[in-house]
């Protein structure tokens, strides 16, 4: 009640208010209007929208204000970067609210992975709101680093904003016990590429509510229809924001919000993250102030964030300041009344959060050349890569195509299992490279066109986990990645710098240039995803579900 | 768990399901467009929109199917009904949600009413939210039969839904400790006419969410921009849709519900409810799927009401059938799944509630015509009413004009409290009107032109209250209210033939023909309501807020 009390005596001018935001054209996510106002800001809370003046005016006259953006979800391992260091990235863009998956890192940690996580993010400025994983293992087809079960999720979930994206649309189906007991909390994340009809029925009926898988307009009208929020995304890899932005209408848009699913940090320092999803969807014809009210207002309706995301008397003063409507340059950003950011600067610092449960997390003894020793029959069925897809196809290949070999490494309980197979379209000469990053269990994924290069690449990595490139018998480039193997512990400049560098030393090895080096890798152990993956248990065909 | 489990495997043709809807036309409230299709129903809850066949088919084809309706503020008191009556009464009309403010009957018998309205709301099939009425008594100026502190009211919430009505706004302006002692809960309904500017602000600050008052379009405006919800009103007295609708954009129409407030059983009957709304809105040029929108999906997310408002899988089934969209003719209403209405009836029965804590309400000596002698001078002020409104006019009036007397009588706890006063333009002639409906304390109130009419009209009213109309020593018509002096224990037909006749036998009285005979005297007492007003504390002036 005290609180109130400031709050009513600062709208009324009786109190002076932290500070004053004066003459500012303000983005209405309400009426869709942009009109000039003051605004009255105390305790990190919008009190008045009006006519205010005190001695702690700022003048925003001839820009543009508007609420913070929410990403509605996101692997913050994906940016490879630590909660802090990922906030220093994406608050200078506008962002103040993610809802985070941490994923990646349960696979690799378990609950150690998810505390850890939880407490580096409390003491930052961005406001993360961290889902429970459902899929940690995310399929019975790989060894993962740990398991979260239904029983355990059910314990853990009053820590978390919901469940994070229940990605195994077959068990809630088929009404598999372990999936149906992870349903549970406040909001629950859907993951339903192209399901349809009577299965999404289903899939609706359990309690899911939102999908960030659409790839066409007729798949998200009939989840809209069918009740569910639709996350835009607009990742690294992923690209939709193009795709989908027909679907919006003035009676979808409330039902439309905007993600970013996975995106490496260095694309978010140069392009952006939720600001760079406006831009997108306004290049492909949508209204600006539409787009912004599906980064802000949408976003927290769909979360239940109360008092969040629109510019008015008694809403959270996350508060962003543009110098014109292509929000290519926000001047300000402020988080609960707090200035975090100028000028595309953060100027929080940080204090590091113990990392010691989650750090050396690769476990191989020391391997040889001869690990990687198979006998090679004159006809194999081997991975096509695809460019510009994670999409692969399965061909029949002989032993004198230009062939990769590449070998995923169970590398979290030390069992010993591996998978080896052969890539067509990769052509690496002369090297491998080796990485702690494989979707989602991430054990170590190698390829190379020599096995010593391949052991050396393998050895690199300690661990601590990170990417090496090898060419020759010495390693060319690496990258560590001391939390899980899957982010560094530096900061977002020097992770671009690092990252840039492996790129180049890449180039090195010939490698096919429609192909990204590295994120090709990344998903090859994916066993969701068509056509053939290998992993840690061999080389297995997502069409029959079946290893070959 | 298990419900889930049936909910999927109804959802894909593994189970039959209660019933199939067969064939109708969906009203798409998340797309604003109309589509063809089955729906599969499932212990209350639809499971499937898509193509279904069983075994309990229920051909609705070339009939609309649409979510049923809320009305988003009413007190069920104005009904003059039980909530059982209501419920009969309403339900045919598509109304299957209520957000409920028992105001009046808390005035007459405090957490006694409260309890009496939870009970005989819990075993219909209607479902009545019950808010937590925030102004018990209404204002200092009058004597009510009940308080509710703020202490009280930071106890009692966990049983209601949230606040009602804040209707003491200067309190919140003014930070009275009181009013904001009693802001709790997880959403409170405001009621702030034409309140603007830096004092809008700061009800807004304090975390009132709606307003049903507005009656301009840019009031509304300003109230949607600093985040209000708009409850667009069409009740028996406030008929505002017409006013409003100008307001309701693309952009707004998510920030905009119906709702009743006030409305008599018999105008429900006649003419409809929150149906009536809609066609009311419609007549004035919105969309009829957009304010069937209104009435569903944005009155269930204004007032958190979760799987609520729309057709689609985990949504409650509660369905309304109409054979055309004017919703003249509703052929089916089902509530959870239950069929509960047919063609304009109510299929359901209910046992009655106890009403032993709310009857017998009127506490007052036997009154002699002496009673109500007052001397009068020459000039006097009087109470001038207004037609087709309930605002008055302060006037100076002669003896020699054509005068009615009125009292206000304290009904509650024999305090022996009276206020006389004179009115013109209602011209009562020979006889006298009393009732215990007196907004808002509920004192009995009585109208005449002479002192032994007015005794008889009072004396008639017994232990239980309700409403008299005598004249010449007879007394020509009158209603029982047992329940609070306030609401009729019968049928709404039955209410409904009584409340006829009472109109009836007030015309032999030759009140004017264009003053509402009932509803002026019942808005007579209500001292927040310009310009004059009566209560038994005495003559008031609501202009200065003082006594005359």
């Known amino acids: 009640m ?7 005596d600062t709208a009324m001018g009786r109190k002076n208010g932290d500070f004053i935001l004066k003459g500012g054209s303000i983005i209405d996510v309400f ?8 605004i009255i800001v105390q305790n990190g809370v919008i009190c008045g929208v009006g006519n205010y003046s005190g001695s702690n005016e700022v003048d925003v006259s001839g820009k543009y204000v508007m ?84 029983h355990e999720t059910q314990t853990a979930i009053k820590d978390f904003h919901g469940i994070g994206e229940m990605m195994n649309y077959p068990g809630i189906i088929s009404c598999d016990s372990e999936a149906l007991g992870k349903l549970c909390g406040d ?7 192209l399901l349809s009809g009577n299965e999404l029925n289903a899939y609706i009926s359990a309690g ?54 996975d995106r490496f940090v260095g694309e978010i320092i140069r392009e952006g993250s939720i600001d760079h999803c406006i831009r997108k969807a306004v290049s492909y014809g ?35 300041i543009a110098d014109d409507l292509s929000l290519n340059k926000i001047s300000k950003v402020y988080k609960d009344g707090i200035l975090v950011c100028e000028n595309g ?39 096509e890569l695809i460019p510009q897809s994670i999409i692969t196809k399965k061909v029949t290949a002989r032993k004198t195509d230009n062939l990769s070999k590449v070998c995923v490494i169970e590398r979290h309980k030390k069992l010993g299992t591996k998978g080896i197979a052969y890539v067509t379209n990769y052509n690496i000469t002369k090297g491998a490279i080796a990485s702690s990053i494989g979707h989602d269990s991430h054990n170590i994924i190698v390829i190379g066109d020599n096995n010593s290069d391949m052991a050396l690449a393998v050895n690199a990595l300690g661990k601590s986990g990170g990417i090496t490139v090898c060419s020759d018998g010495k390693i060319i480039a690496s990258m560590r990645l001391d939390i899980a193997g899957l982010m560094s512990t530096k900061s977002a400049e020097e992770i671009t710098a690092e990252h840039d560098a492996l790129y180049n030393a890449a ?40 290893f070959i």
Chains 1, 2 share one sequence.
């Open 507 to 546: 180039k090195a090895l010939n490698i096919n240039e429609n192909i990204d080096a590295f994120l090709s890798l990344a998903f090859l152990p994916l066993p969701v995803i068509p056509e053939i993956r290998i992993t840690d248990s061999g080389l297995f065909d997502v069409t029959t579900f079946k």
């Open 286 to 320: 949508i209204n600006t102030v539409d787009a912004i009210i599906m980064a802000t207002l949408n976003a927290c309706e769909i979360y239940g964030l109360k008092n969040k995301g629109a510019i008015a008397p008694s809403y959270a003063a996350d508060i962003v």
């Open 208 to 261: 899911v509510k939102t999908d960030h898988e659409c790839s066409i307009v007729n798949e998200m009208n009939e989840k809209i229809r069918k009740g569910m929020y639709i996350l835009l995304r607009e990742g690294t890899l992923s690209l939709d924001i193009a795709k989908l932005i027909k679907g919006v209408t003035p009676h979808t848009l409330r039902r439309c919000a905007f993600c970013t699913d």
């Open 31 to 38: 009426t869709g209007e942009i009109f000039t106002s003051d």
């Open 345 to 383: 600067q953060a100027l929080f610092t940080v204090e590091k959060t113990d990392n010691s449960t989650v750090t050396d997390t690769v476990h191989l003894p020391t391997i040889t050349a001869d690990f990687f020793n198979q006998d090679l029959s004159d006809s194999i069925t081997a991975i």
């Open 67 to 150: 609420p913070g953006f929410v990403d509605t979800h996101t692997h913050i391992e994906s940016s490879m970067c630590t909660p802090s260091e990922y906030a220093k990235a994406v608050m200078p863009h506008g962002v103040t609210t993610v809802i985070a998956d941490p994923h990646e890192i349960a696979n690799v940690c378990g609950i150690d992975g998810l505390d850890y996580m939880r407490i580096a993010s409390e003491n930052i400025p961005l406001d993360v709101k961290l889902m429970l994983p459902s899929c940690v293992p995310a399929t019975p087809f790989e060894h993962s680093g740990a398991a979260i079960t239904a």
């Open 2 to 8: 005290k609180n109130i009390k400031t709050y009513i």
């Open 187 to 193: 909001i629950i994340d859907g993951h339903a590429p």
